[in-house]
């Protein structure tokens, strides 16, 4: 069975320090991992996407993750905060054995301080 | 069109009716999703279409749930009996290529409140 889990509700940041939210991952086979983020009254955009190949995906906005196998971890990270990110980030995984759905966490909730 | 449009964007019903909420996902996209956000519970999966292939219902809450997509294009998610459980905001999502990039395109979603 595919799960992902987003350990924290809520992450709070200083505007201009690093962030980082994070997600672990279960899928039987190898999985391809996902960050979308909802602004708020608005639909989700995707923000990156590991397929393969190297462990450290960049993406929209200064995002950044990093695929860790050994730990099934998938965190989001971004070396400066914007009060802008603020936003609900959601975490997603399917298992590349062909399953059609994309599993997504419960989400967190980020708040950047001025 | 430019992006997934969804209608009702607000929709508010009483215990028992039935309702419609539709998706118009972008033009030549051959996949579309519904989920279902419920406060707290994330992104609950409910079918898949992929082009002319019989769609994946495998996460339909119910048989109160049902969903169609005429022409390959325009989705519509039916319930019916509505239930308050049912209140959510359902998400609809399309994308181009195939179901394994996962990179989709989201609508802005349809609020249900069932009273």
């Known amino acids: 069975a595919q799960s992902v889990a987003q350990p924290e509700d809520q992450v709070n940041v200083a505007e201009g320090n690093p962030l980082t939210v994070k997600c672990t991952y279960s899928v039987s086979g190898n999985p391809y991992l996902f960050w979308y983020v909802q602004y708020p009254n608005r639909g989700l955009q995707f923000l990156l996407k590991y397929i393969t190949g190297d462990n450290l995906v960049k993406g929209s906005y200064g995002f950044e993750a990093e695929f860790n196998k050994s730990q099934t971890s998938f965190h989001l990270k971004k070396p400066s905060a914007l009060v802008s990110d603020s936003a609900l980030y959601f975490c997603?995984?399917?298992?590349?054995?062909?399953?059609?759905?994309?599993?997504f966490g419960t989400g967190t909730r980020l708040t950047v301080i001025p | 069109g430019a992006g997934v449009s969804q209608s009702p964007s607000n929709k508010v019903t009483e215990k028992g009716k039935d309702v419609e909420l539709r998706c118009d996902p972008i033009s030549g996209h051959t996949a579309l999703y519904w989920y279902r956000q419920s406060l707290g519970q994330g992104l609950e999966f409910l079918i898949y279409?992929?082009?002319?292939?019989?769609?994946?219902k495998s996460g339909l809450p119910s048989d109160r749930f049902s969903a169609e997509r005429t022409g390959g294009s325009v989705s519509t998610l039916t319930i019916q009996r509505t239930q308050q459980e049912d209140s959510a905001v359902y998400l609809c999502?399309?994308?181009?290529?195939?179901?394994?990039?996962?990179?989709?395109?989201f609508g802005e979603g349809s609020r249900l409140t069932v009273l």
């Open positions: 279409f992929q082009g002319n292939s019989a769609p994946d």
């Open positions: 997603a995984v399917r298992d590349i054995t062909g399953a059609n759905n994309l599993f």
């Open positions: 999502a399309s994308t181009a290529t195939g179901p394994n990039t996962g990179e989709l395109f």
